[in-house]
């Protein structure tokens, strides 16, 4: 079973993190929230590093 990179729309505060330390894998959507626009953007280390520092843990890889 694969894993699925996403952001979870009800936790996402649209601070923009993810998008800076990810910019090949997320953006700011048009609702001025996080999206994943292509799962292997960037690096595993740095999603993974995205994942970590979303501060309100919108961001899951299961």
Do not use: W
């Not at 996403?6 to 996080?34: A, E, H, Y």
């Amino acid at each position: 079973m694969d894993k699925k990179l996403r952001v979870d729309k009800n936790k996402c505060i649209g601070c923009g993190t993810c998008v800076v330390l990810c910019p090949k894998t997320f953006q700011m959507g048009k609702d001025g929230k996080s999206e994943v626009i292509n799962e292997k953007g960037d690096s595993e280390a740095d999603i993974k590093n995205a994942i970590d520092s979303c501060p309100v843990g919108a961001i899951s890889n299961k």
